[in-house]
């Protein structure tokens, strides 16, 4: 039942990152007052099934000067990583129980710079190397507070389980609690995710494509495939953490799709930061403010101690 549950929980995410790549054209081509993909099935339904075969069934192109075997399977290895994080889908039967699913969480997303690195590295092209390091800066500095902001919930609800998400929020939501707090999450995972504002890695007005310049067909498709499905969990994650975590119920995975809509939204809408400000949000606008979530939440969760012990004596 395991095997069959995982299985099953894979075939899901792949069939959600191919509609989802049909829902953010459409809403890209109603933005931008132009139509989006309609043509293949009725409004375009079979759109991600074409996609996806003409990218497989492209011709694989290896480089001469670059580093063959690394070159070769570092998209395969970004794709496992993103679908390594939807592990911590929180069932309660045949499927893992973590108990520590934040700390598992925070690990998988820090080995995500690994794959960009190498792809960048491997191809020994200088606009992939630059995309590289680029996307190093930048998820270092965001993963910084990106930990902190989960510290912070971890101090007010004591465990690192995600189920405990949704029973400690069952009567007020954690976003009620920490709005400001929500918008600076948000944006974070929009640097984490390399989506627009803040796509530096993939520059198109100035690195080509970035670190996935010289990739096409099946390794493109496998980049493409685990980049939506890093974004659809974070989408999923953000839900679990600010807006109840009732995975069993309908309005849950509404709230998800709503998220996503927002992703593709700020695409929409937003120009390309500039770099310089990317890291001055990060150093100088999210650090001190979850330092002093920190403390905040460590005043709150030390004065609940405090009256449950004095109620309890």
């Known amino acids: 039942m395991y095997f069959f549950t995982c299985l099953f929980l894979l075939l899901l995410v792949m069939v959600s990152v191919g509609f989802f790549t049909l829902f953010e054209r459409s809403i890209l081509g109603y933005s931008q007052v132009r139509l989006g993909p309609i043509s293949v099935g009725y409004f375009g339904l079979f759109q991600p099934f074409s996609d996806g075969l003409s990218l497989f069934s492209s011709e694989q192109v290896f480089l001469i000067n670059s580093n063959f075997l690394v070159y070769y399977f570092c998209p395969f290895f970004s794709l496992i990583q993103s679908l390594f994080l939807w592990l911590l889908f929180p069932f309660l039967v045949n499927c893992v129980s973590f108990c520590f699913g934040l700390l598992f969480f925070l690990c998988c997303v820090s080995l995500s710079i690994y794959s960009f690195v190498l792809c960048g590295w491997s191809s020994n092209s200088v606009y992939s190397i630059l995309g590289g390091v680029r996307m190093i800066s930048q998820t270092i500095s965001y993963e910084v507070s990106l930990s902190l902001f989960l510290l912070c919930y971890f101090l007010m609800i004591d465990s690192y389980n995600l189920v405990d998400f949704f029973l400690v929020q069952f009567y007020c939501w954690f976003f009620f609690v920490s709005i400001p707090l929500f918008f600076c999450w948000f944006s974070c995972c929009l640097a984490e995710c390399n989506r627009t504002p803040f796509d530096f890695s993939e520059g198109e007005s100035e690195l ?11 390794g493109f498709a496998f ?43 700020v695409r929409a809408s937003f120009p390309r930061y500039r770099y310089d400000k990317l890291m001055y949000l990060a150093w100088s606008c999210y650090l001190p403010l979850s330092l002093n979530y920190i403390f905040f939440f460590f005043l709150i969760s030390s004065w609940i101690l405090y009256h449950f012990f004095l109620w309890s004596y």
Request: hydrophobic fraction near 55%.
């Open 208 to 218: 080509v494509s970035g670190f996935n310049v010289e990739y096409g067909g099946g």
């Open 223 to 265: 980049l493409f495939i685990s980049e939506y499905s890093s974004i659809i969990f974070i989408c999923f994650f953000t839900c679990l953490v600010f807006f109840g975590g009732d995975f069993f119920s309908i309005y849950f995975y509404v709230k998800v799709i709503f998220l996503c809509f927002l992703f593709v939204w």
